[in-house]
């Protein structure tokens, strides 16, 4: 069974930083794409990074500069270094897995990252 399992949410003061995990189970890690997205009250849920299983990486222009997405593919875990971070990047943030070679997703149940002062 596929689990996806994020921490490392809270709250934090403008220009703070947080850093986001998320373990996978019950997948051969290194043959999945992995994701962040983020869900804001009233909004969409967006993609905030992504990286390949091959290590390439992509962020939206609002993050960009700001986020850094890694891989460990040895402790099964990928993560997201949030720095500079502004009240606008409140939201629930979410871990999503597609499988390279179907498409098949999973998603995490989700960590909430807080920004104010």
């Known amino acids: 069974q596929v689990q996806l399992v994020e921490s490392g949410g809270g709250l934090v003061q403008p220009g703070g930083s947080l850093r986001l995990s998320c373990a996978a189970s019950?997948?051969?890690?290194?043959?999945?794409?992995m994701y962040w997205y983020r869900q804001a009250p009233g909004k969409e849920r967006e993609l905030a990074a992504g990286?390949?299983?091959?290590?390439?990486?992509m962020y939206p222009d609002s993050v960009k500069g700001r986020f850094t997405i890694s891989r460990d593919n040895a402790k099964n875990t990928v993560y997201l270094q949030m720095n500079s971070l502004k009240p606008e990047d409140t939201a629930v943030y979410y871990c999503?897995?597609?499988?390279?070679?179907?498409?098949?997703?999973?998603w995490g149940k989700g960590t909430l990252v807080t920004v104010s002062s």
């Open positions: 019950g997948v051969i890690f290194s043959r999945n794409h």
């Open positions: 990286i390949t299983g091959a290590g390439n990486i």
């Open positions: 999503r897995s597609t499988r390279i070679y179907d498409g098949m997703d999973y």
